[in-house]
């Protein structure tokens, strides 16, 4: 190509000029953002200023020049590569140097995806031009530079298709901005002789200026063209088009999408959508692993849902969107696999149709054999489906599962799977629905309409009950506090603050520390990070009042709130700003209110009580044996204690192994959170505690009674049971030993004792079953009866069939504990002296009603041949004993099920058989009943 001819220079002849030239107006075009650029993709009518950082040498035969520069972009840095792809006899006018300054227009540049190099480059995106480029360049301190425009000098021009623009709606004039006179002789090269004569050849002065004028006219009225459809572009409202539904939907999966762009597609840069804050939809080729993003696509596969192997409801999604921001490269689009997780409620998965669009949010981009992929965690992935053949937001089909639940275990934050689109985000869905229209019809006309630009809200100033990680935008949040701890770490890494605005939210779990206990269900923990981590521990103080602005509400491991503050931007409040700042006005108004309402509230008031007198809601102190401890990771630890009474709210059913038999409706569960997990970190099971502060709840999930400890207060002190001054714990120990003697005697009830029985005498009903058992006769004296009786089996015991059996040390004869594998007294390292023993109950009603507890000891006949092992450990050894007893309690297994899961249940109607039972006088002079036997028939 021949080089634009100069300029001139200060120096020059001429004294003045009219007429601006082609680069003259070159430098009035304004500059796009790396940031807007990535949001909104190029925009044409601007162009970018930066550095040439790395360049490669080429051939003469090369096709391309490619480059990476650096570009000052909102007040950071862009690294990332541009790739020359024009014409080669343009190509060799590119004579770029490292450090050389530039100004690109972005006419014709392609923003396409980029293969990650982060020693290079810190973008992963690139800029191709193919068609053309129109750049001035010059090297760092010339004074003089370099301007070419391959546009000019081809005649290549932009389409002028600009029908879907509003001519109404205009912006000022480029013609006026091309009459001021700015001089560029120092971004051209200054001429030579050699320069001159070859232009005069090709060029005669005539054809010169007649050329340079209709050159100067035709970019004036391309300027005014794109200023005009710029400004058309943000203030059209979009017509919302009918999307008619694809056919052949009878498939719930495709497994190749290959998708073909029209010839003139109607998508470009400036029709795509342009989101920004909370509802930016990332494009699929900008995804990098690492990023937690939300997406926004076309459903064209999916998978059944299925339960993983931790029991995590989950399928998979394939989305596809446009793969470029110029509308080109639509075949490429592969689909994105996202893989969605729930844990409770299988309807909670997304449950989109083929071809709906779906908003997926906050999920996390991962990779797999080299292309991204998409996790939705149960408590992040948010969602919602937009029909396109009926223009509406659903949520898959109608269920009965909950809109909303509890986190974590029962206390923690409300989390809803749904998310509820805004206006910005239906009128996205339709422009991605009117393209995959427009694609898979192959319609060349295809118009996509502009969404509708509300404006979006930004963060707000928030009571804290009303805040949550899904609350827009993103969580963040401004607030006014007042502190009532902070505590702050050694090491200068984060500071966590306790702080209340008066406001209760059920979200809240309950934080325990130096303050009223009945402000409990009012305190929310602050995370305080660098900038802000220094300003709290230099300027919060218990009792102060602080404005925080751009905190965030995240859910912590535990599925618990925590707010998160990094940047210093805290206003310390006095109570005298509360004339004129309403958000401190308030909050002094509601703590008066809270004051009165509980000022009778206090530690002092707060007594040691028995689980059987305790009441819902009340706050007690609690002396009680530790019996087992959990402490999962990303679970909130918990510990299970007694103190031997009975309260009706507690569970009624056996909760694990043998070490809460006999304990039913005895036992507490009492969530840890804070400086109080060591507990169950480190527990001593069989150890005695005191527990400050506990307040029974009703945990939503399990629908039972239960407590939560949290806070930096020391809640639970280890006593010495050898210490005997504490009337607490000394009435403890009291209760124990009444309930060990107790259930001893309960067990010699039901339970034939190890050593052999009397031989029954002869059959007392002489054959013939007796129906009803009040006509029994009972044994008398040292021998044993056996009776034939028609009954029915209402219910068993334990639980769970794995449950039925018992740990016994040959060695010292005694009952190893549960939580045991062998004899700990007897030293039984090697596990030689450990005997597994069947142990069950049945409950059997004769036809009247009545009713009696019958035994199957390990000596029963029907457990003969039958491989005495660990039930919970042994899958081979379970299935023979449930084998065997099944056909006794098999109608009874699903009434079981709903009491473990807490639901509702109805007494079945259970068969009657003939048993043979054997039965002795315990040694208290009690009855003691053994199955020997059964028949299904009844004669």
Not at 600 to 626: M, P, R, W
Request: aromatic share 8%.
């Amino acid at each position: 190509m021949k080089r634009s001819s100069s300029l001139g220079s200060s120096n020059s002849k001429s004294s003045k000029r009219n007429k601006l030239n082609d680069d003259d107006s070159f430098y009035l075009v304004q500059e796009q953002s790396i940031t807007d650029m990535m949001q909104q993709g190029v925009d044409e009518t601007k162009c970018i200023t930066g550095k040439f950082k790395m360049m490669w040498d080429i051939t003469p035969q090369a096709e391309q020049i490619p480059t990476i520069v650096t570009v000052q972009s909102d007040s950071q840095e862009a690294i990332f590569p541009i790739d020359f792809q024009i014409a080669k006899h343009h190509l060799a006018s590119l004579h770029f140097l490292p450090y050389d300054e530039f100004r690109l227009s972005l006419r014709g540049a392609l923003l396409l995806p980029a293969e990650p190099n982060p020693r290079i480059c810190n973008k992963t995106f690139k800029l191709v031009y193919k068609k053309g480029v129109q750049i001035q360049w010059k090297q760092r301190g010339a004074s003089s530079g370099k301007y070419i425009n391959t546009w000019a000098d081809t005649g290549i021009k932009t389409s002028e298709s600009d029908d879907w623009f509003s001519e109404e709606a205009a912006g000022p004039s480029a013609e006026a901005a091309l009459k001021a006179d700015v001089s560029m002789s120092n971004m051209v090269d200054a001429p030579d002789a050699t320069n001159s004569a070859q232009a005069a050849t090709d060029h005669p002065a005539s054809k010169t200026s007649k050329r340079n004028k209709k050159e100067e006219r035709m970019e004036a009225k391309r300027l005014k063209r794109e200023a005009a459809a710029r400004q058309a572009h943000c203030t059209r409202t979009a017509t919302n088009s009918q999307a008619s539904e694809i056919d052949g939907a009878g498939s719930s999966f495709v497994a190749n999408v290959e998708v073909t762009a029209p010839r003139s597609s109607g998508l470009s840069t400036n029709s795509q959508p342009a989101f920004h804050g909370s509802n930016v939809y990332r494009p699929f080729y900008y995804l990098s692993k690492g990023q937690t993003v939300h997406l926004c696509g076309i459903v064209v596969g999916m998978s059944d849902p299925r339960q993983s192997v931790k029991g995590d409801w989950m399928r998979y999604i394939q989305i596809v969107d446009p793969r470029s921001p110029n509308g080109e490269n639509l075949a490429d689009s592969r689909p994105l696999k996202i893989n969605c997780f729930t844990r409770r409620y299988k309807e909670w998965l997304p449950h989109p149709k083929l071809y709906d669009c779906l908003i997926l949010r906050n999920v996390k981009v991962d990779e797999f054999n080299g292309a991204p992929t998409g996790t939705g965690y149960h408590d992040r992935l948010t969602w919602a489906a937009f029909s396109s053949s009926k223009g509406d937001i659903h949520y898959g089909p109608k269920n009965q599962a909950p809109k909303e639940d509890v986190a974590g275990s029962g206390f923690g934050a409300k989390i809803c799977p749904y998310f509820t689109p805004e206006s910005e985000d239906i009128q996205h869905c339709i422009w991605l629905s009117d393209w995959w229209r427009s694609v898979h019809k192959g319609s060349a006309d295809s118009q996509v309409p502009n969404p509708i630009r509300t404006g979006l809200t930004g963060r707000k100033h928030r009571l804290l009950r009303d805040t949550g990680p899904n609350v827009h935008p993103d969580g963040y949040f401004d607030c006014t506090i007042e502190v009532l701890r902070l505590f702050t770490d050694d090491m200068g890494g984060c500071h966590t603050l306790y702080a209340t605005d008066y406001t209760k939210s059920d979200q809240m779990h309950g934080t325990s520390g130096r303050w009223p206990p009945s402000l409990n269900d009012y305190v929310m923990r602050f995370t305080m990070w660098d900038e802000a981590a220094k300003f709290a521990e230099q300027n919060m103080r218990p009792g102060l009042y602080f404005s925080i602005n751009n905190a965030r509400m995240k859910l912590d491991n535990a599925s618990c709130l925590e707010a998160k503050v990094v940047q210093a931007k805290v206003v310390q409040l006095d109570e005298s700003d509360a004339a004129k700042n309403i958000h401190l006005k308030a909050l002094l108004e509601r703590k008066q209110i809270w004051e009165a309402t509980h000022q009778a509230s206090s530690t002092s008031d707060i007594n040691y009580s028995l689980l059987q007198d305790v009441e819902e809601g009340k706050f007690f102190h609690c002396t009680a044996e530790l019996l087992y401890a959990s402490s999962k990771p990303n679970e909130l630890p918990y510990v299970y204690v007694t103190d031997y009474t009975i309260n009706r709210g507690l569970p009624t059913s056996t909760i694990g192994g043998s070490w809460s038999r006999g304990l039913e409706g005895r036992i507490l569960r009492i969530w840890l959170s804070e400086d109080q997990t060591h507990v169950a970190e480190s527990p001593s099971i069989g150890s005695f505690y005191a527990f400050k502060k506990l307040r029974l709840k009703r945990n939503t999930v399990e629908n039972e009674l239960c407590a939560s400890l949290g806070g930096a207060e020391k809640l639970v002190i280890m006593l010495n049971p050898d210490k005997t001054h504490n009337e607490h714990l000394n009435g403890l120990l009291r209760r124990r030993e009444d309930w060990m003697r107790n259930r001893h005697s309960v067990r010699q009830q039901v339970i034939p004792t190890l050593s052999p029985l009397p031989a029954p005498l002869a059959d007392q009903t002489e054959g013939k079953p007796l129906r009803c058992l009040r006509q029994m006769p009972l044994a008398k004296g040292q021998g044993a009866l056996r009776h034939h009786i028609i009954a029915k089996v209402v219910d068993f015991h334990p639980l769970e069939l794995r449950d039925a059996f018992y740990q016994l040390c040959t060695k010292c004869n005694k009952q190893i504990p549960g939580n045991q594998k062998a004899c700990v007294k007897c030293a039984d390292f090697n596990h030689e002296f450990v005997q597994y023993c069947f142990e069950m109950f049945l409950k059997i009603e004769d036809e009247d009603g009545d009713q009696i507890m019958v035994s199957m000891s390990n000596e029963c006949p029907l457990f003969n041949g039958l491989k005495r092992a660990h039930l919970r450990e042994d899958y081979r050894a379970l299935h023979a004993f449930s084998d065997t007893v099944l056909p006794l309690v098999d109608e009874l297994v699903p009434m079981h099920e709903c009491l473990k899961a807490g639901k509702p249940t109805s007494q079945p109607n259970s068969r009657f058989f003939r048993f043979e039972l054997h039965n002795w006088v315990l040694p208290d002079g009690g009855q003691g009943f053994s199955l020997h036997r059964y028949d299904t028939n009844e004669s």
